[in-house]
């Protein structure tokens, strides 16, 4: 009996490291920059995967940032979109009305986990942190999967919009509130 205990321990071992095998961003640091924030993300390759050209990562909902303060390590690409690029087989939560945040690797030379990919960044004009989803896109090294591709998704911290950031659109929706409100008046009073 404690033989097969023992070896049913080594086999969930065994399958709990295999399924780490992940692209991991995390925030490392908030920096002032002039007026605006500097948010400083380090990103990860975990063991048994490697980072080829075309895999990435996508912070979602990041929200507003400072166009054209994006930095990456040499060989990785920015981009941002209200649709984040998502990978297969992962569901993130992903606000259409949020811009979110890419960096793809166009690099050459595949980059073998576990190692850290760099820092990326970006500026914003909040240092007030909430939490978001992150998914990534990496390549299997090594085993009889070797070369396939690998899709993981976790939380990240992001910014948190600060209200004078949010004044103009609680001001077009008010706008719109109060240019309804005559409308719905009059129907209650036909009613």
Request: net charge negative.
């Amino acid at each position: 009996m404690r033989k097969i205990y023992i070896l049913g321990l080594i086999a969930l071992s065994a399958m709990t490291l295999a399924t780490y095998a992940d692209v991991i961003p995390t925030l490392s640091s908030i920096t002032p920059s002039g007026n605006d924030f500097t948010w400083n993300y380090s990103a990860n390759v975990t063991v048994d995967q490697r980072v080829e050209h075309d895999d990435f990562f996508t912070i979602y909902d990041f929200g507003n940032f400072v166009a054209g303060s994006n930095t990456q390590p040499a060989g990785w690409a920015f981009s941002s979109a209200l649709l984040g690029r998502t990978p297969p087989l992962v569901l993130p939560h992903d606000d259409p009305g949020i811009l979110n945040l890419t960096w793809t690797y166009i690099g050459k030379n595949p980059i073998i986990g576990p190692a850290p990919l760099g820092i990326f960044s970006v500026n914003t004009n909040t240092n007030q942190v909430g939490t978001s989803d992150f998914a990534a896109q990496a390549t299997r090294n090594g085993g009889p999967n070797d070369g396939t591709k690998i899709s993981n998704v976790g939380d990240v911290s992001v910014p948190v919009p600060e209200m004078s950031a949010l004044l103009p659109i609680l001001s077009v929706c008010s706008a719109g509130l109060l240019a309804l409100l005559p409308s719905l008046l009059r129907r209650r009073q036909t009613s």
